[in-house]
């Protein structure tokens, strides 16, 4: 682990040593056992942990898929996903193979491997998840790391002119973006029919923490609107190059049964697909959050 650990005793005895990854986000924690039920007191001290860092990781933990669940249950109620598959029995839990839940094969790999896949999840929702939590279920033997992008701290260093520019507006996020082509056209007509093109703000502020993020991504955010349409189509570009900016993330090299969890409200991920054709396999519990984004 990198940067010094630091033991933090938060909420009464829960007591959980964290090792920042990064100056800006990212922290390995350890001192807690997944597999076992936690008391309010740990749930708490995780969640502090979560505001502050924006992704934690956990490594060894060798979680089965209730304690999967029950993990994610102590953070809000979990939420299923309209594309890509479950684990059988568990609806909460995602089987996601390669490339979001996609397989990939020799004659999708020259489509999946050249993909900007950094996004937020679910931005198609009129309620964005809260977090995810992402566990190692089939590990390559080299590649299939996960970054991460701090939005708060990308939007912060923004010149004072395009944050100006930027706060008051809006962008439109379309699950086809996404999705469309990989699903038969009924499949799509249903999507659309489920989640319309949603509009969210092009700048959210972080309901616990008050921190400004910037909230477009190249997933699904499709458009900003209330501009021209070239000009439109310049910004949301220009945004969405400064999340490829090194200096904003981390990167997250996975172990056996590692656990990754995220705040989805103030970051970007990517899956890198550099390991093909070995299997790489995760799970995932979605975390709902409670109100839409806003200003």
Same mark, same amino acid.
């Given at each position: 682990m990198d940067g010094a650990v630091a033991q933090t005793l938060t909420d009464g005895d829960a007591l959980l040593s964290i090792a920042p990854n990064g100056p800006l986000l990212g922290a390995e924690v350890s001192g807690v056992d997944l597999r076992q039920p936690l008391d309010d007191a740990t749930v708490a001290a995780i969640r502090a942990a979560l505001l502050k860092y924006k992704v934690l990781f956990f490594r060894d933990q060798d979680v089965s898929y209730e304690d999967h669940v029950r993990f994610g249950r102590y953070f809000g109620q979990l939420e299923g996903h309209p594309v890509t598959k479950h684990v059988p029995g568990f609806p909460e839990i995602l089987f996601i193979e390669a490339a979001d839940g996609m397989k990939v094969t020799k004659e999708v790999l020259p489509i999946a491997r050249p993909a900007n896949k950094w996004h937020t999840d679910v931005t198609f929702r009129e309620i964005p998840s809260m977090g995810g939590i992402l566990r190692m279920r089939t590990m390559p033997p080299f590649g299939g790391d996960t970054i991460f992008a701090d939005t708060a701290a990308i939007y912060s260093d923004l010149p004072p002119d395009v944050k100006a520019k930027i706060d008051p507006l809006d962008a439109e996020h379309d699950i086809i973006q996404s999705y469309g082509w990989r699903v038969s056209p009924e499949k799509a007509a249903q999507l659309r029919a489920d989640f319309p093109l949603m509009v969210h703000p092009v700048v959210r502020r972080h309901p616990e923490t008050g921190e400004k993020h910037l909230f477009v991504n190249h997933v699904f955010t499709s458009r900003i609107l209330g501009l021209p349409d070239?000009?439109?189509? !310049? +910004? +949301?570009?220009? +945004?969405?190059? =400064?999340?490829?900016?090194?200096? #904003?993330?981390? =990167?997250? =090299? *996975?172990?056996?049964?590692?656990?990754?969890? *995220?705040?989805?409200?103030?970051?970007?991920? #990517?899956?890198?697909? !550099?390991?093909?054709?070995?299997? =790489?396999?995760?799970?995932?519990v979605t975390v709902m959050d409670v109100s839409r984004p806003s200003r």
């Amino acid at each position: 682990m990198d940067g010094a650990v630091a033991q933090t005793l938060t909420d009464g005895d829960a007591l959980l040593s964290i090792a920042p990854n990064g100056p800006l986000l990212g922290a390995e924690v350890s001192g807690v056992d997944l597999r076992q039920p936690l008391d309010d007191a740990t749930v708490a001290a995780i969640r502090a942990a979560l505001l502050k860092y924006k992704v934690l990781f956990f490594r060894d933990q060798d979680v089965s898929y209730e304690d999967h669940v029950r993990f994610g249950r102590y953070f809000g109620q979990l939420e299923g996903h309209p594309v890509t598959k479950h684990v059988p029995g568990f609806p909460e839990i995602l089987f996601i193979e390669a490339a979001d839940g996609m397989k990939v094969t020799k004659e999708v790999l020259p489509i999946a491997r050249p993909a900007n896949k950094w996004h937020t999840d679910v931005t198609f929702r009129e309620i964005p998840s809260m977090g995810g939590i992402l566990r190692m279920r089939t590990m390559p033997p080299f590649g299939g790391d996960t970054i991460f992008a701090d939005t708060a701290a990308i939007y912060s260093d923004l010149p004072p002119d395009v944050k100006a520019k930027i706060d008051p507006l809006d962008a439109e996020h379309d699950i086809i973006q996404s999705y469309g082509w990989r699903v038969s056209p009924e499949k799509a007509a249903q999507l659309r029919a489920d989640f319309p093109l949603m509009v969210h703000p092009v700048v959210r502020r972080h309901p616990e923490t008050g921190e400004k993020h910037l909230f477009v991504n190249h997933v699904f955010t499709s458009r900003i609107l209330g501009l021209p349409d070239a000009e439109a189509k !310049d +910004l +949301l570009a220009y +945004l969405l190059d =400064r999340v490829k900016a090194p200096e #904003y993330q981390v =990167r997250f =090299r *996975w172990s056996e049964n590692a656990i990754a969890f *995220w705040d989805n409200r103030a970051t970007q991920h #990517y899956g890198v697909l !550099d390991c093909f054709p070995h299997e =790489r396999v995760v799970e995932r519990v979605t975390v709902m959050d409670v109100s839409r984004p806003s200003r």
